[in-house]
């Protein structure tokens, strides 16, 4: 059978735009983290868009998660566009976030057949 199997990608896209602080906790970041960690993914990209931006740059609990899921190996990025009208920019690119206008990777990730998983 595995003579016949097509490849599988091995990238997952995880956008996460949703303010609820429990979302971010028992989903996001737990899947992102493991998913990376255990390798149930090669490439594993945390996408911050919107009001999950302004929760990150307020929250000191989510913050400590997200070191733990950067040495893990998340690449974990933001909207600029977003991050600039919610007034967290400073403190996304603090907290080891990469911040820039995300709309053409994220296009490029759909295009190149990354999964993609919303939260």
């Not at 003579?3 to 896209?13: M, R, S, V, Y």
């Not at 996460?16 to 983290?33: C, G, L, P, T």
């Given at each position: 059978?595995?003579?016949?199997?097509?490849?599988?990608?091995?990238?997952?896209?995880?956008?996460?735009?949703?303010?609820?602080?429990?979302?971010?906790?028992?989903?996001?970041?737990?899947?992102?983290?493991?998913a990376k960690k255990k390798g149930w993914w090669g490439d594993v990209c945390l996408v911050v868009w919107g009001p999950s931006g302004e929760l990150l740059g307020q929250d000191a609990d989510l913050q400590a998660e997200l070191k733990e899921m950067l040495v893990a190996g998340v690449d974990v990025i933001a909207c600029k566009a977003c991050a600039d009208n919610l007034?967290?920019?400073?403190?996304?690119?603090?907290?080891?976030?990469?911040?820039?206008?995300?709309?053409?990777?994220?296009?490029?990730?759909?295009?190149?057949?990354?999964?993609?998983?919303?939260?």
């Open positions: 059978m595995c003579c016949h199997e097509t490849a599988k990608p091995d990238k997952l896209a995880v956008i996460w735009s949703s303010a609820d602080k429990e979302v971010a906790r028992n989903m996001v970041f737990m899947y992102s983290k493991n007034g967290t920019t400073a403190q996304l690119e603090a907290l080891g976030v990469r911040v820039f206008y995300v709309g053409q990777e994220v296009t490029a990730m759909l295009k190149n057949g990354w999964t993609v998983l919303t939260f």
